[in-house]
């Protein structure tokens, strides 16, 4: 099959706009709604923007959900203004060296005293390091990402309280449950029934 070099006429297809994923799922399926910057080591008005904006769009909609970020200033965003809101922290093992200081320190989870996340979604491969055990002593629940095969969730799982999927093949599911972003058995304040939590992302350079 070959991409034609334009649309057929009277076709137009795009990425769907946040709303409209929240418009298709109208509550059938619990959400993790990433919010995404460009860069995680800067805060300013656009910022600011995004989380008002997707909160609003997120306050209207019926049905469950949780928000994650890398950016610990998001996740302090939803602390301050709404703290009803089950927030996470994303986060994995940065090196000194390579990723700067600002993004190794996120990766101790450092700044976790002050957004005090109520989930900590770390890479699958830190569940045995102390800023993984200290989280969960201070109340988070420790979640792992992204998990891909039989053999990484046996050597995360005794770290970790739930897990992010991807490629659910591998697990014996029909390629049809994949949704193509992120599946697990996930929700650190209710149940929610496994193989039905969808992740979308709220992203500061597709929000125009």
């Not at 297809?13 to 994923?21: A, E, G, Y």
Request: aromatic residues 14%; contains cysteine.
């Amino acid at each position: 099959m070959v991409t034609p070099s334009a649309a057929p006429k009277g076709y137009y297809q795009h990425v769907p706009l946040f709303s409209d994923v929240l418009d298709v799922v109208a509550g059938r399926a619990p959400l993790i709604v990433e919010y995404k910057f460009s860069n995680n080591r800067a805060w300013d008005e656009r910022s600011e923007e995004l989380m008002e904006k997707g909160h609003a769009l997120l306050e209207a909609y019926d049905g469950p959900y949780v928000i994650e970020s890398f950016h610990p200033g998001a996740v302090n965003w939803y602390k301050e203004h709404h703290p009803e809101v089950c927030r996470g922290q994303l986060s994995w093992p940065a090196k000194l060296s390579k990723n700067g200081a600002a993004e190794w320190a996120a990766g101790l989870l450092a700044f976790d005293w002050l957004s005090r996340p109520d989930f900590v979604a770390y890479d699958w491969t830190g569940g045995a390091s102390p800023q993984v055990k200290l989280a969960r002593s201070m109340g988070a629940m420790p979640v792992s990402w992204t998990v891909r095969s039989s053999d990484e969730l046996a050597q995360c799982a005794p770290y970790f309280d739930r897990h992010i999927f991807e490629e659910l093949s591998h697990f014996g599911i029909p390629p049809h449950e994949d949704f193509a972003a992120s599946w697990g058995n996930y929700r650190p304040m209710g149940d929610f029934p496994p193989h039905e939590v969808w992740r979308f992302t709220c992203d500061t350079a597709r929000q125009r």
